[in-house]
Structures are given as structure tokens and as C-alpha cells.
């Protein structure tokens, strides 16, 4: 059973920073990209695709970003694989949302922006920047 577990979200003022953690157990995940995606309050519809925020590779060496947090967002893991981080600097109140960690196993060298790519999600960590 692929479990992922996101941790360190909080409330923040703007211009500060966070730092994301999503836990992956359940197999290797040495084969595996993952992404980084969020909803903000108020855009949980039906068919709405969460936003893509950021995605890595499964060696680590190819990242992607959206442009809203390019410059601002590191998506980085651990060695063994199992671990992604998310440092989040300069924060905004536009980056208020639920941030949910991803796994995609097909594609795997490639950090697809595409929700629709990824396996198994993670239940969210909320992130609240006031300004």
C-alpha cells in the first residue's frame, strides 16, 4: 500500500518561509517522480485540476516549476528517494492553498506538470500566508 504524508505547512506572513515534506512508503520509490500541487480555498470543484506547483524526476535531476513560483520554490528529495521537499521562500497570500504531494510511476523521467500523470496523492498539508 503506497502511502504519502505531507508535513510542514503553517501559517506564515508574506515574505517568509516553509519548508514541505511528503514521506513516501510502501515500496521503493527509487523509480518514481513526484510533484508538488495545491488548491486554494474556494477552487474545490468537481473536475478542477489541483495546480501544479513543482515536480522532480525520479534521479533528482530534472525539476519543473510553474512560473508563479519559479525563483521562489526547491523541489529537492533525499538520496534514498523516499523523501521530497518543497522549500518555499518569499511567500505570498496568493500562495495560501492545500499542498498535496504526488507520485508518478509511467513516466518517470520525465517532472510531468500534469495531474492527471500521477498515481497515488497525498491527503494535503495547508499553508496560510497572511500579509
Known amino acids: 500500500q503506497v502511502q504519502l504524508v505531507e508535513s510542514g505547512g503553517g501559517l506564515v506572513q508574506a515574505g517568509g518561509s516553509l519548508r514541505l515534506s511528503c514521506a513516501a512508503s510502501?515500496?521503493?520509490?527509487?523509480?518514481?517522480?513526484m510533484g508538488w500541487f495545491r488548491q486554494a480555498p474556494g477552487k474545490e470543484r468537481p473536475g478542477k485540476e489541483r495546480?501544479?506547483?513543482?515536480?522532480?524526476?525520479?534521479?533528482?535531476?530534472?525539476?519543473n516549476y510553474a512560473d508563479s513560483v519559479k525563483g521562489r520554490f526547491t523541489i529537492s528529495r533525499t538520496g534514498d528517494k523516499n523523501t521530497v521537499y518543497l522549500q518555499m521562500n518569499s511567500l505570498k497570500p496568493e500562495d495560501t492553498a492545500v499542498y498535496y504531494c504526488?507520485?508518478?510511476?509511467?513516466?518517470?523521467?520525465?517532472?510531468?506538470?500534469?495531474?492527471?500523470?500521477?498515481?497515488?496523492w497525498g491527503q494535503g498539508t495547508q499553508v496560510t500566508v497572511s500579509s
Open positions: 510502501g515500496r521503493t520509490f527509487s523509480g518514481v517522480a
Open positions: 495546480e501544479f506547483v513543482a515536480a522532480i524526476n525520479w534521479s533528482g535531476s530534472g525539476t
Open positions: 504526488a507520485a508518478e510511476f509511467t513516466h518517470s523521467w520525465i517532472a510531468t506538470s500534469e495531474s492527471s500523470a500521477y498515481d497515488y
